[in-house]
């Protein structure tokens, strides 16, 4: 059975850290692309971060700099490194995995066609 699951999520004062995790079961992520999410309440879902099969990733403005999408596939693990976290940071974060190979990066969520069921992330002092 195909599955996501997310964590590290939770509540952080501005500027800190976290590390959010995504493994996968029942498929590997070797050639996958994958991708990072999240909603924030009221608002729509935005891309925060993405990376090819190949390894290119691409970043969200608002994060560029500080956060960092990786992946283990040792550990069949995606990863999204969260450094000087702000306030508008906060949302619930996904995780999504395209299987198909790509060698180009593209973080439109419609292309993923699994997801996890989410980690919440809350910046406040």
């Known amino acids: 059975q195909l599955q996501l699951v997310e964590s590290g999520g939770g509540l952080v004062q501005p500027g800190g850290s976290l590390r959010l995790s995504c493994a996968a079961s029942?498929?590997?992520?070797?050639?996958?692309?994958i991708g990072w999410f999240r909603q924030a309440p009221g608002k729509e879902r935005e891309g925060v971060s993405c990376m090819s099969s190949s390894g290119s990733t691409n970043y969200a403005d608002s994060v560029k700099g500080r956060f960092t999408i990786s992946r283990d596939n040792a550990k069949n693990t995606v990863y999204l490194q969260m450094n000087s976290l702000k306030p508008e940071d906060t949302a619930i974060y996904y995780c999504?995995?395209?299987?198909?190979?790509?060698?180009?990066?593209?973080?439109?969520?419609?292309?993923?066609?699994?997801w996890g069921q989410g980690t919440q992330v809350t910046v406040s002092s």
């Open positions: 999504a995995v395209d299987r198909r190979f790509s060698f180009s990066v593209d973080c439109r969520d419609s292309r993923f066609g699994s």
């Open positions: 029942g498929f590997t992520l070797d050639y996958s692309a």
